[in-house]
Nanobody, 121 residues
């Protein structure tokens, strides 16, 4: 079984910083794209940032220049450094990854359980 476990959420004042981590564990042959998504109350889940296995990145316009996604392929871990946080960044943040458990199998998409980020004004 594959699991994605997030950590690093919490409560921070506007202008502050947080770093989220997400570690993939289990029977993993390879991981393709990893990413972070978020869902605020009453809103749809949205993509925040993604990073490919080759470390190409993509960001939502709302977080460009403030958030940085990175990954450690040796540790099967993806990070999200969040700076200059705003109250509108408040949401549950979910880790996502395309993982295959064998080189003979296709990639499947997995989600973490989510971690709460709350930014106070």
């Amino acid at each position: 079984q594959v699991q994605l476990v997030e950590s690093g959420g919490g409560l921070v004042q506007a202008g502050g910083s947080l770093r989220l981590s997400c570690a993939a564990s289990g029977s993993i042959a390879s991981i393709n794209t990893m990413g972070w998504y978020r869902q605020a109350p009453g809103k749809q889940r949205e993509a925040v940032a993604t990073i490919t296995s080759g470390k190409s990145t993509n960001y939502a316009d709302s977080v460009k220049e403030r958030f940085t996604i990175s990954r450690d392929n040796a540790k099967n871990t993806v990070y999200l450094q969040m700076n200059s946080l705003k109250p509108e960044d408040t949401a549950v943040y979910y880790c996502n990854a395309d993982i295959r458990t064998s080189f003979l199998k296709p990639y499947y998409n997995y989600w973490g359980q989510g971690t709460q980020v709350t930014v106070s004004s």
